[in-house]
């Protein structure tokens, strides 16, 4: 009687267990109206981050975006705390670069067609922007935004695909990725912009950006930067594609890893 008590107790417990929450995203086949699982993807980003922000219930989040073009045609924010250093918000290409069937035709391609707003020295639209901490983007290729250019001598209309706002915010990663802009047709003036803490770049690439760096609060405790990490994104920078070196005050990296 007790091991059977003791097994039903478990069962229950297994069933109580949060389940990590799993969103597919595909621009061709999927429909906003989807349960957003595998076999019947949603269409947008953005449908999928109004998803994310309306789950209160604890664990991870992934999102899968599939290969083609996902238009952001207003930025997507999100801002559901719930996440913490173990169960994070993820949001991924589907096949990724690791994967041995992986091309870089499977890529998904986000491109930034978000109406201006008034900013800093012109206007500005944002991409993806996580107002919370706990996040990572990985295996996704950013463009330029094919509308943005010199308002006049000095004003700039700007596209940055990645957006962090809030000054206390942590732990933002940025892996695998490629930013790819033209000057003239695709501009793309910053990759990543970040406040707060805990920004890691990882194995990104940065290609024809205005501004090849990204903006961080540099960390006034930063602790355990492994200088490989600097100088492999360096080198990613100012040697294979021949871009102007990044100021290391613009430099925000943390790690505890070796």
Known sequence: MIKYTFSLLLLMMSILV???????????????????NKARPLKTIIEAAKRVNLNKEQGATTIFLSEGIHLLTQTVVFTNDKYTLKNRLVIRADVMPDDEDWT?????IVVTAVPLVPGI??????GIQPEISHVTIEGL????????SYIDGTNLRRSYP???DGKRLDDLVVTQCLFAGDVDVLPLHV????????LVIDHCVFLIAKIQSFF?????ELVAVMP??????????????????????TISIFTTTS
């Open 104 to 108: 870089p035709q499977k890529m998904p």
């Open 141 to 148: 290729r950013f463009t330029g935004s094919p509308d943005y």
């Open 121 to 126: 020295g012109g206007e500005e639209a944002k």
């Open 18 to 36: 949060v389940q990590a929450e799993q969103l597919y995203v595909n621009p061709q086949t999927g429909n906003d109206t989807n349960s957003g």
């Open 216 to 220: 961080g609060k540099l960390m006034e």
């Open 228 to 249: 490989c990490v600097i100088r492999w994104y360096m080198a990613v920078i100012s040697v294979a594609f021949g871009l102007q070196k990044v100021p290391m005050e």
């Open 162 to 164: 990645i957006w962090r």
């Open 191 to 198: 990759g990543v912009i970040a406040n707060g803490y805990g």
